[in-house]
């Protein structure tokens, strides 16, 4: 399993992708880092004031070392923004602190996928850690069902990155009707900005298709996909 062909066959594809996404999104956020804001908001002040007119007083917004690092902690209901969006006034820092926001706003909404999204993290989280461990033992030790049960684990990650899907996509609608909405960007920033998030939603998509690679890899291995179990 270690030198395997197949295996290179599978991952290469879905590594490249991913790192391609990645640069993807890098190269739109430098170029749109350089377009300053035509309000002169920054993306801190682009946060408040959706969370203002959504009466999401209770939501935080924090500053939060990195780069490319902002996310929505549900938990402590806090937008947490790299330093470049938080203090940016650029069409970069308004796209990515909106779409922190429009976390925020699905979270306050009870938005399903979200809510579905938020209870399965420490389910993927021991199927990532565990997973690998039994698909190991299994093959080590030649034990077909320690193999399954791995790849059964396997697919509660898989099935986490299906659930990331859509709250991502609905992250960035939101986003992208409140600024508008509130008057916060033009209409010509509001395609740059909706430009800046479809690159940022394709992260997402890479890492399924990565996982879903990884997985339809195992199934054939355990020869539950396509040839026979011979290893
Ligand atoms: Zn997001």
Do not use: C
Request: charged share 15%; glycine share 8%; net charge positive.
């Amino acid at each position: 399993m270690f030198f395997d062909p197949l295996y290179l066959l599978f991952m290469v594809p879905g590594f490249l992708l991913a790192a391609i996404t990645a640069l993807v999104v890098r190269t739109r956020f430098s170029r749109f880092e350089k377009v300053p804001l035509r309000s002169g908001l920054s993306g801190a002040e682009v946060a408040r004031e959706i969370l203002r007119r959504q009466g999401l007083s209770g939501v935080s917004i924090e500053v939060h070392e990195g780069f490319l690092s902002d996310h929505y902690d549900p938990t402590e209901r806090v937008v947490r923004l790299s330093p470049k969006v938080y203090h940016g006034r650029s069409v970069a820092a308004a796209a990515v602190a909106a779409h922190e926001v429009g976390h925020a706003i699905q979270h306050a909404k009870a938005y399903g996928p979200m809510a579905l999204r938020t209870a399965s993290v420490p389910a993927a989280n021991i199927g990532s850690s565990l997973s690998w461990i039994l698909i190991f033992v299994g093959f080590i030790f030649q034990s077909f069902n320690l193999a399954v049960a791995g790849v059964a684990l396997f697919g509660l990650v898989v099935f986490f990155q299906v659930i990331t899907i859509p709250v991502e996509f609905n992250a960035s609608t939101r986003a992208k009707a409140a600024v508008m909405e509130y008057g916060l960007v033009t209409v010509s920033e509001e395609r740059d900005i909706s430009k800046m998030l479809s690159a940022a939603a394709l992260t997402y998509v890479a890492a399924l298709v990565v996982a879903l690679l990884q997985l339809v890899y195992f199934l054939i291995r355990l020869g539950l996909l396509g040839g026979s179990r011979n290893d």
